[in-house]
């Protein structure tokens, strides 16, 4: 009979486990229940597909979420994973295994904060899954004091913690690692994050170690050097879909659109289902001016956006922008109006389909339309509060072609000044002002009201470190008040009374403006790392003064 | 049935992907097949019969056997496509042998075989986990077909390659197979095979490459057990 040395993972009790089954057959889906209540399991739930899956994981905790790669119609289980992901609906502790019939045939290389903790090949017995499952809780407990403290998004301490389970490693070295270079990629020591990523390739040449430190020398600036990453792991491993998306985004930042537009339509090809990359795509052609290809980039992001949340008025402007400029004024009219059905006339909707409008019709030489059109998108655009950048370029154009040069003037210059440090932002504007033939115009206006912007900043550093750290708060106060968009200068605003408070002790007025400052940088990007940094920041003083949120 | 059916109306889908997807398609119907025998086990009529019990037994192992075979064919036609790309990780190997010792030993219940894991503390290595067990599995089935009792799994450190073994207690390879350096085509490695399981576990060792060095497999007699001695060099 068969005899084996110890069980080395600790054993788990799965009957306090909820598990989730997903699974498109029915036949499986059973069978799989059978296999898990082998183990103890006894609160088991079970999807069909993934709209199923996500509905049961909004309404209850899961433990440990078996989910086979194909799901029939509707997404497969690497796009329910990344959704869950993104949308944050799985914390770090969950256990999320695929089930494939074969690791490689599935196997899309995609990032890896978006790999699941394991894969099951098909066919397993009920002792390998037990094997799996125990290894993966053990894991998890291993790394859990990591994940709590990331929960509180004390990235910090989480290193430090890293660093201390990394004296012992084990089995674990690897994922200690990983976990290490993604917080300081998160924290913004992008040296160090270099550093972490460098030990792992001498260990092992893996892409995404290979990933990280592209990424980290890419956030150094050192763009050279991380296109030469991107483009090895491109070659090396073609469905590593990620480091398409960066490898064009380096080539961008190097000043090459057309390599950027290369590497994209290259990988639209391979993935065309991909919305924000489609989106990319279509806004990189629309840059080197090769209208055809962003018309077939933008179609694609509605075509395959119409049933998802993530399409946007702004998708329907980017399509009609390309008609009128190819001069095709019918069908750019007629997108807008498809725009206002699909968002049932929201303010955001009639706003940028009346811009779009007023320069339509002014094109196809119907000035009346044109006049009626942009009056609307005027006093809309005074009313609408929330405005992404694409309609206030377009309504700057639309500003100039009707003739109404100071409007458009005082929005472009506000445009630039809530995104001075917005590349993209910027280049768009500079773009836009080249096509209507003002381009020394726009890049005059451009630098002059960037470095106001900077200008002001300097003079604040300049108080604090001369000591005035008071008068460097009020000066930045006044800015955040103004640039209320400007995520750059809000956080520095936060910045300085954080500074400023932690010599002179706590003031609730002050601490109240740093949190709306934090939360209004928060809506536009979460992810924004000196937004990460500084809340950090916020708890450690609130903590050190003993002031309870 | 699953995604992978190849649709009627993709009129232009070559033979390649429609063998592919069959393969596929026949790991599905095999792994519910294998959930069926599994289900069988537990039912109250054969738990306590050890003749049925037995010949689920068997008929689980021969399962087993072609899901393993199936695996290695997918995998030799996705190398010889040049689609196959490795997938390595960091991995316990004590637990990869752990996990194979528990897996066979739900398919021998009716073979007075023992097997099990000898040194294999705190090894850890880089690999693909599924070609590695793949490679080891076929190497355990094939030491099942002719061990007199006893099967080891170990694992050790060797000129810097991570070096796995499985090794039994039979009369050993025939000498003309190790004269050949165990690549004899017509090598009875399989149970009653071709040479497929040999070829598959030297095609996915030398897939592993790190620092100039490639991994490789041994055939030998030089085991504690005096048997056959299988070895997977991984760099």
């Known amino acids: 009979m068969a005899v084996f040395s110890g069980q080395k993972n600790t054993p788990v009790d799965f009957k306090d486990k909820t598990f989730l089954v997903i699974d498109d057959i029915i036949g499986v889906r059973s069978s799989m229940r059978i296999t898990i209540s082998t183990l103890g399991g006894v609160k088991i739930d079970m999807a069909a597909n993934a709209a199923d899956a996500i509905n049961k994981i909004e309404h209850r905790t899961y433990d440990i979420i078996l989910c086979d790669y194909f799901l029939g119609e509707g997404k497969d289980g690497q796009q329910l994973l990344e959704e869950l992901k993104r949308r944050r609906m799985i914390k770090s502790a969950t256990i999320f295994m695929m089930v494939t019939a074969e690791r490689s045939y599935e196997k899309v290389v995609s990032a890896v904060e978006l790999a699941p903790d394991d894969y099951l090949i098909k066919p397993f017995s009920g002792e390998v899954l037990r094997l799996r499952l125990e290894r993966l809780v053990n894991k998890k407990t291993f790394l859990a004091p990591i994940f709590d403290l990331m929960e509180g998004q004390e990235f910090r301490k989480s290193v430090q913690v890293c660093d201390q389970r990394l004296q012992a490693p084990g089995p674990y070295l690897l994922d200690l690692l990983r976990l290490k270079g993604e917080l300081l990629l998160l924290v913004s020591d992008f040296a160090s994050a270099c550093e972490v990523y460098k030990h792992i390739l001498t260990l092992r040449e893996i892409p995404w170690a290979r990933m990280g430190l592209a990424k980290a020398q890419y956030f150094q600036e050192n763009f050279e050097a991380a296109a030469e990453g991107f483009q090895q792991i491109v070659a090396e491993h073609p469905n590593y879909m990620s480091a398409y998306d960066w490898l064009a985004k380096t080539h961008s930042a190097l000043g090459d659109e057309a390599a950027a537009q290369r590497v994209l339509m290259e990988v639209v090809a391979k993935s065309p289902r991909m919305l924000q990359r489609q989106k990319d795509l279509g806004e990189t052609a629309y840059h080197n001016e090769d209208l055809e290809t962003a018309q077939e980039a933008f179609e694609s992001v509605l075509e395959f956006g119409k049933f998802s949340s993530f399409a946007e008025p702004e998708d329907y402007a980017n399509l009609s922008r390309v008609f009128l400029d190819k001069g095709e004024y019918t069908q750019a009219l007629s997108v807008m109006g498809n725009a206002r059905k699909a968002f049932e006339n929201s303010d955001e909707v009639m706003l940028h389909a009346a811009v779009m409008d007023s320069m339509i019709h002014d094109k196809a030489g119907d000035k009346a339309a044109a006049e009626q059109a942009f009056s609307e998108a005027q006093k809309l655009f005074e009313t609408v509060a929330e405005k992404p950048e694409s309609i206030a370029l377009d309504m700057v154009r639309a500003c100039y072609q009707h003739g109404d040069k100071a409007m458009g003037e005082k929005i472009a210059q506000n445009l630039v000044k809530n995104n001075h440090d917005n590349a993209a932002v910027l280049k768009r504007t500079e773009q836009m002002f080249q096509r209507m033939g003002l381009h020394d115009q726009g890049k005059e206006l451009i630098h002059a009201s960037s470095r106001e912007v900077i200008a ?44 400023y408070l932690g010599q002179t002790g706590w003031d609730e007025e002050l601490a109240l ?32 003064f003993g002031v309870n949120k | ?182 690549r004899s085509a017509k090598l009875d490695l399989c149970g009653g095979g071709t040479g497929l399981g040999l070829y598959f576990s030297e095609t996915v060792a030398a897939l592993h490459r790190n620092q100039g060095k490639v991994g490789f497999t041994r055939l030998s007699n030089d085991g504690s057990m005096h048997g056959a001695v299988f070895s997977l060099y991984l760099p």
């Open chain 1, 456 to 499: 002001l900043n300097n003079r604040a550093v300049k108080l604090a470190q001369a000591g005035d750290l008071k008068g460097s708060v009020e000066l930045l106060m006044q800015a955040a008040e103004q640039l209320g968009n400007n995520n750059v200068v809000v956080l520095n605003a936060a910045h300085a009374i954080l500074t």
């Open chain 1, 513 to 544: 403006a740093v949190r709306g400052y934090l939360d209004s940088v928060k809506q536009r990007d979460p992810e924004h790392k000196k937004y990460l940094m500084l809340s950090t920041v916020y708890k450690d003083l609130s903590a050190k």
């Open chain 2, 1 to 182: 049935m699953k995604e992978s059916t190849i649709r009627g109306e993709d009129a232009d889908v070559d033979f390649a992907t429609i063998f592919a997807a069959n393969i596929h398609e026949i790991k599905n119907l095999l792994f519910l097949h294998f959930n069926a025998i599994e289900g069988a086990c537990n039912e109250s009529w054969a738990r306590d019969n050890p003749a049925a019990t037995a010949s689920l037994s068997r008929i689980k192992y021969g399962s087993a056997k072609i899901g393993q075979r199936l695996a290695h064919v997918l995998a030799l036609y996705r190398i010889a496509q040049g689609r196959y790309e490795l997938d390595v990780d960091y991995h316990d190997a004590c637990e990869v042998l752990r996990e194979i010792v528990v897996e066979t030993h739900s398919l021998i219940d009716d073979r007075s075989i023992g097997i099990s894991v000898g040194s294999c503390e705190d090894l850890y290595g880089f690999f693909d986990r599924e070609m590695v067990r793949g490679i080891l599995v076929n190497a355990v089935h094939n030491s099942l077909h002719y061990a007199k009792g006893k099967i080891l799994l170990s694992v050790a450190l060797e000129d810097g390659f991570l070096r796995f073994r499985v090794e039994d207690d039979s009369q050993g390879y025939p000498s003309e197979i190790l004269e050949n350096g165990g």
